[in-house]
């Protein structure tokens, strides 16, 4: 938002809304370029690289003659420019075609993987931020000292070290040495076949079942890729928390606080702190919307079944349909993330609301 | 100070590692005593109807899910056994071949199985027309003539005649592969979709394709529960069964691609059998009290082969020099230890006819003076196509540097499978390593593939081997139609001794060995053991102490 659109809003009630009506309208048009943009450049990425999308349906060791059938009835012997005007035209009616490696609509493969990644990274984000504030907050206000060195190292592993890295030796220490965890899965075989999800979030669903004994199992599943997901964005909020917080320590009031004599505390975690809030939302909801689409490598490494592994299984079998489908899917959620925070951030922002 | 963050930090990760220990205690992971798990890479599974799969893993799960009219015999691979078939007699002519079923036999549905069940079996195979229906389509047989071909004389009498005197035994071991598996015709046809007729098919309706994908209508051992795409393949024990039942109630094929993650979950007990280990983790699990090892060749080869598009690659000294310029030795000894065997020649053992003798030992002296004789004494540069994944990457690396000490320099170009697949297939490579499965039990699979080619132009339809790499031999292609025909056994097998010799002398073919099938598996498990194809790792004499 410009300076200017920020004092207008300020100034009349109604201007505000009309403000963030016409930002919204502004906001669906890039959200739809975006989108267009993102159905090209899959589209045609996927029909250019080297491997033939035919494998996917037939497998490596289909005759010559089957292969040319398929190829004619998969359409992809008709012009590029005609393949992606019929793919839009699908995809417009929310039909993404058939997966053809589960045989499903991709659309239903989606909704069945997408509860297991908004699971990870829900109790992932959770684990970040119920640690990486506080964390941020102490390493501002003790600045240079040792917590604050401490923190930014820790900060500085979660960034640069690769999370599959990291995600291996959690399993060779936790799973395989310790046995605290359980197996790469989201459930152990005895229950995957026997319990049956409602939602598809296996933690809500055993709890709403009572199934005791399956919530527990569950959990030791998720447990440690979600703690992983939780350091790793552990480190991007508590590093923009630190920021913020300097920020906010920093300014005017805080002093005439001191000055009133208002104990440290409440300084800290009631003034500054509610104040670094609003872009902290922006920080955590971005850190999410991050680990929705970023967490292919952990749900690789975790067998977990979400839409990064989904994602991935599709490129190494070449099946496009399900690729295009997942990663348009993948850029909604970014898409509608980005637009929630920035509503959020209008909402909450001090500035905005003095109208 | 470096030294005390370090500490710091050790320390609040020992917290943390403390922390969770409150939140979960250990507990020893048990698979239940009535289920078999395995740890397997499932991924290249697209479909379990046995008239279109035709991956690996599908022939796996077939076999323990389907029954067939005759079955290999694992006692003499060279023969076949009855399945649902009790006998069977072939004309005189050499033409019909006549089987009768086993009294009394159920589909898992339980449906009763008739002949008429085989015929359907055999009418939607060929009128599907799908990647393994030329295993049936070689013997004449089209949608045209089908039902003339395959029929039901009787409710358990069968015929099936051919176009030519073939082999018996070709055309028997061409029945025993998975294509040929019996459908319940009753519970298909309750599944039928319909379709448009087109050019290309012409019948209106897709004989239970879609259904079957992930269905199943079966009688073996075990019934197909569910398959997930990428995930798990769940059989359950079918109490129908005719002959003895499966002694474990559930067998779950989870899919696992990487050895240590195999070998992780094995050690913990979460997996009962590991099935893609590598050379390292198998000698980890082999030294582990409470696990053991087992091992069966396979029918796949591993080779490189050479694109004759390449001049350079078509000098016939050049493709005998590449021959030794393999360390076949510290390949056995490293990167195949356990996973594979030296094998020269394109019938695997166990195979009519395969030749065990490998000729080839790494002789950089004497590629030398072959490349000088092709008027290359300083060698040359060219490429690989390599999909990335063990053994290929090694085996290329290790091949790399045994060429580069006769001055051929290999520029390996690292690829996802399906990328190298699709070049390959297009003829656009240079140098190719890869594996080459049998498509059914006899040697005439890999004979076709290996020396034959009918059309090397570029729109020939016949993609063999030979094609891909544009090796043109109309005399070795006769020769090999020839071994088809001939009904003597032991004469047959002499005309595959000398086609392996031919492609041994002449080839653009390096094959270096054949696959070691191995898994991994804990030792209260009884009766496991791997078969000699794909299709005959039985899970049915499983069972657990």
């Not at chain 2, 979709?193 to 050019?199: C, E, H, I, L, Y």
């Not at chain 2, 690989?384 to 520029?411: F, N």
């Amino acid at each position: 938002m410009s300076v200017a659109e920020n004092q207008a809003a300020a100034g009349r009630g109604s201007a505000r809304a009309v403000a963030i009506l016409s930002s919204l309208g502004r906001f669906l048009v890039i959200a739809i370029t975006t989108y267009l943009g993102l159905l090209a450049v899959t589209f045609f990425i996927g029909r250019v690289i080297p491997i033939d999308p035919v494998l996917a349906v037939l497998g490596d060791r289909a005759p010559a003659a089957v292969v040319e059938r398929t190829r004619r009835e998969m359409g992809l012997d008709l012009p590029l420019i005609q393949q992606f005007y019929i793919y839009v035209k699908n995809a417009i009616h929310g039909d993404f075609g058939t997966s053809v490696l589960t045989t499903n609509p991709v659309m239903t493969d989606i909704r069945r993987a997408f509860p297991a990644t908004i699971e990870l990274a829900t109790l992932g984000t959770l684990i970040g931020a119920v640690l990486g504030v506080p964390l941020g907050v102490l390493a501002a206000v003790r600045r240079g000292s040792l917590i604050d060195q401490i923190v930014r190292i820790i900060g500085l592993i979660g960034y640069s070290v690769p999370i599959f890295w990291l995600g291996l030796l959690g399993l060779v220490l936790f799973y395989a040495k310790l046995q605290w965890v359980a197996f790469p899965a989201r459930l152990d075989v005895v229950y995957e076949y026997t319990f049956t999800p409602i939602t598809g979030f296996y933690l809500l669903d055993a709890a709403m079942q009572g199934q005791w004994d399956v919530f527990y199992d569950a959990y030791r599943h998720i447990i440690l890729p979600a703690s992983l997901l939780g350091y790793f964005s552990l480190a991007y909020i508590s590093r923009m928390t630190r920021s913020f917080m300097l920020n906010e320590l920093a300014q005017e009031y805080i002093v005439a606080a001191r000055a009133k004599g208002l104990s440290e505390t409440r300084i800290i975690w009631g003034h500054a702190l509610r104040n670094a809030a609003v872009p902290m939302v922006t920080v955590i909801a971005l850190s999410y919307a991050g680990l929705l689409e970023g967490s292919v490598l952990t749900e690789t490494v975790f067998s977990w079944p979400g839409i990064g592994l989904y994602i991935t299984n599709s490129l190494q079998n070449a099946d496009m349909n399900a690729v295009l489908g997942g990663t348009i899917i993948i850029g909604s959620v970014f898409i509608g993330i980005n637009l929630l925070s920035d509503l959020l951030y209008r909402l909450l922002d001090p500035r905005t609301k003095a109208g | 100070m470096m030294l005390e963050k370090f500490a710091q930090r050790s320390r609040s990760l020992l917290a943390g590692a403390a922390m969770s220990a409150l939140l979960v205690s250990p507990a020893f992971a048990v698979t239940p005593a009535d289920t078999l798990v395995e740890g397997l890479a499932i991924d290249d599974i697209i479909s379990m109807d046995p008239g279109e799969a035709f991956e690996f893993s599908t022939a796996e799960v077939t076999g323990n899910t389907y029954d067939l009219l005759v079955r290999l015999d694992l006692s003499d691979t060279s023969k076949v056994k009855g399945d649902l078939a009790q006998s069977w007699t072939v004309s005189d002519d050499g033409l019909t071949y006549t089987f009768k079923l086993k009294p009394g036999l159920k589909f898992a549905s339980g449906n009763p199985i008739t002949a008429a069940d085989v015929a359907y079996t055999f009418e939607r195979v060929v009128k599907l027309d799908k990647s393994p229906a030329f295993i049936i389509e070689q013997f004449g047989i089209s949608g045209d003539n089908v039902a003339d071909k395959a029929k039901a004389v009787d409710g358990t009498t069968f015929q099936f005649t051919v176009d030519k005197a073939y082999a018996p035994s070709f055309v028997l071991n061409c029945l025993s592969a998975s294509v040929g598996s019996v459908v319940d015709s009753k519970l298909v046809k309750e599944h039928v979709a319909a379709v448009t007729p087109s050019a290309d098919y012409k019948y209106d309706n897709d004989f239970g394709n879609a259904w079957l994908k992930t269905g199943y209508a079966g009688s073996g051992r075990f019934k197909l529960r569910e398959w997930r795409a990428n995930e798990a393949v769940v059989l359950e024990r079918n109490d129908n069964y005719y002959g003895d039942k499966a002694k474990l109630a559930r067998v779950i094929y989870r899919n696992m691609k990487e050895s240590s993650a195999q070998r992780l979950a094995l050690e913990a007990g979460d997996i009962d059998v590991a099935r893609n280990l590598e050379p390292n983790d198998l000698d980890a699990i082999a030294k582990n009290a409470d696990l053991t090892t087992t091992s069966a060749p396979k029918g796949t080869v591993y080779y490189i082969s050479l694109n004759q598009k390449n001049p350079t690659l078509a000098k016939p000294e050049v493709r005998q020099a590449f021959k030794y310029l393999v360390d076949y030795d510290a390949l056995a000894s490293t990167i195949l230890k356990g996973i594979g065997e030296i094998h020269q020649s394109f019938l695997p053992k166990g195979d009519l006819g395969a030749v065990d003798d490998n000729p080839f030992k790494l002789d950089v002296a004497k590629a030398k003076e072959l490349l000088a004789k092709a008027g290359l004494p300083d060698g040359f540069k060219v490429t690989m196509d390599v999909r990335t994944g063990q053994p290929t990457t090694g085996m290329a690396e290790s091949i790399q540097q045994t060429l580069g000490q006769a001055g051929i320099k290999l520029e390996i170009i690292p690829g996802d499978g399906k990328q190298t697949l699709t070049k390959y297939r297009a003829r656009n490579h240079d140098i190719y390593i890869g594996n080459w499965g049998q498509d059914y039990f006899d040697p005439n699979s890999n004979a076709q593939t290996f020396a034959s080619n009918p059309d090397n132009s570029d729109a020939g339809k016949s993609h063999t081997l030979a094609w891909r790499n544009s090796w043109d031999i109309p005399e070795l292609t006769k020769e090999t139609e020839a071994a088809l025909l001939e009904k003597d056994a032991g004469k047959r097998a002499d005309m595959y001794k000398d086609l392996q010799q031919k492609i041994l002398d002449t080839s653009p073919f390096v094959i270096i060995h054949q696959q070691l099938e191995v898994a991994g598996l804990r030792k209260n498990l009884k009766g496991f053991a791997l078969g000699p194809s794909f299709d005959t790792n039985f899970v049915g004499p499983v069972s657990k102490e």
